[in-house]
């Protein structure tokens, strides 16, 4: 039955999306390349604080506060902005379908044949996002040096 598999398909699109920025953000992150300037009042640059897992948990973790920001941040995002809906239509024009009327950067313009494309492009880069994610994760936790990442 195709609602029930929906469901699961739209699961597995947003954390593929939400895999791909975190692998994103790991191997800039792991590169060097960090935010300019303070992250507080109190004179803390972006790359004061550890990389990976040790960010959000550790000696140099993160306070608190900012961990709480960023779950809030999200949430709101979860809540109000990124809707399973399309132009005001319940549940949109397919699983993980995120424009809600405002955004669509052409969507609509392509043809039936390359929209399946492109969202099966997407579900697979999504799918391996959340393969190298996992393994990033993994190899943080056992240490050692590592091809392009460097030292963990």
């Known amino acids: 039955d195709q609602e029930r598999f929906d469901r699961p398909r739209y699961v597995e699109v947003k954390h593929g999306r939400i895999a791909q920025l975190a692998f994103l953000g790991q191997i800039v992150t792991r590169a060097g ?3 300019d300037g303070n992250i507080d009042y109190a004179g803390h640059s ?19 506060a ?10 709101a995002l979860e ?9 005001g239509a319940a549940p949109g024009d397919f699983p993980g379908d995120f424009r809600n009327g405002a955004l669509d950067f052409g969507w609509d ?3 039936d044949e390359t929209k399946l ?13 959340m393969m ?9 936790q056992i240490g050692g040096t590592f091809p392009i990442i460097g030292q963990m």
């Open 79 to 87: 809540l109000g902005v990124m809707k399973d809906q399309a132009n």
């Open 109 to 111: 313009s392509f043809s």
């Open 33 to 35: 390349i960090h935010l």
């Open 46 to 64: 972006f790359d004061s604080y550890p990389n990976g897992l040790a960010a959000i948990n550790g000696p140099d973790a993160i306070p608190g």
């Open 132 to 140: 190298g994610i996992l393994g990033l994760m993994m190899h943080e």
């Open 66 to 75: 900012g961990f709480g920001q960023i779950f809030a941040f999200v949430g």
């Open 117 to 129: 494309k492109k969202r099966a492009v997407e579900l697979n880069n999504g799918r391996a996002a």
